[in-house]
Each structure stands twice: as C-alpha cells, then as structure tokens.
C-alpha cells in the first residue's frame, strides 16, 4: 500500500475524521458525515475568511497606495455572489463524500469505514487549500506588485539624481 503524508495521517487521526465504531448501514454512514458538516463549514469557512482578509486588504491596499483596483471585482456585490456559490458548491462536494462512501460500502464493505475517514480527511485539506488559493495568489501578486513598484520609484529617483 502507500504511504500517506504526514499532514494527511494527522487529520484523519483527528476528532474530525475517527470513526470508532464500524458501521453497518447506510443512514449511519450518513448520519456520521452529516454530524461532521458543520465542523467542516466552519474549517473552510475560516480559511475563507483569510482569504478574503487577505484579498481585501490587498485591494484596498492597492486603491490607495497606487489608485489601482487591483483584486477589486466591480461591482463588488460579485464578490459576496461568489462566495455564496462557492460555500453551496463546497456543500454538494461534502455531501459527494457520504454517496461516495455508499458506493464503496456497496462494492468493498471491508473498506467503507477506512474510506470515509481517509476520503473526509483528504476533502478537507483539499477544501481548505483550494478556499486560501485566492488569498495566497492576489496576496503574491500584491507583494511582487508593491516590491516592483517601489523598485521602479527608487531607480527613478537614482536616475533623476
């Protein structure tokens, strides 16, 4: 078998993730990861909150500093929109795990609680890494944009001497 990566061994032995019991039935399997949705909404939706943090701060940062709207959607109402559909799509991801599990439990009923606690896990990380994606790209782009900037004015300012 492989090996997994470290981060990954560790979510999947979290709280989150464990299933102590074996289960036997479908509505358990179910009722087991809908138990777990309301951590897993406020876990990506904290990183959203960073990464919007991020992305809003970089916007603004650019607004003012060099009158660019840089990270900005106009108008900005698109912004709280792609959020809902993105909280809602992140949703029906989540629920694609216990009907993926269903279909294990089905095929390999051996596997089916060894799944869902390695497929909850690796959804997890996958949710949280692609919901920071944003903030770490604009926030990059912000930094080698702030970095060029004062680059360009202190060669500027060498070169008028």
């Not at 087991?32 to 876990?43: G, K, V």
């Not at 949703?91 to 606690?117: H, M, S």
């Amino acid at each position: 078998m492989f090996s997994q990566p470290r981060l990954v061994s560790r979510i999947r032995a979290s709280v989150l993730c464990q299933r102590d019991t074996p289960i036997s039935t479908a509505w358990q399997a179910i009722g087991w990861w809908e138990a777990r949705r309301a951590a897993f909404n406020l876990i990506v939706g904290s990183a959203g909150i960073v990464s919007s943090l991020v992305v809003g701060v970089v916007g603004l940062g650019s607004y003012f500093l060099f009158g660019s709207d840089f990270g900005v959607p106009d108008p900005p109402l698109f912004a709280v929109l792609a959020v809902l559909i993105y909280a809602i799509m992140a949703n029906v991801c989540y629920t694609g795990g216990w009907v993926a599990e269903l279909v294990i439990r089905k095929a390999w009923p051996e596997q089916a609680d060894r799944f869902a606690a390695l497929s909850l896990a690796l959804g997890v990380l996958f949710a949280v890494l692609l919901t920071l994606s944003p903030g770490v790209l604009v926030g990059a782009v912000g930094l080698f944009g702030l970095f060029g900037h004062l680059l360009g004015s202190s060669v500027r300012e060498t070169t008028s001497l």
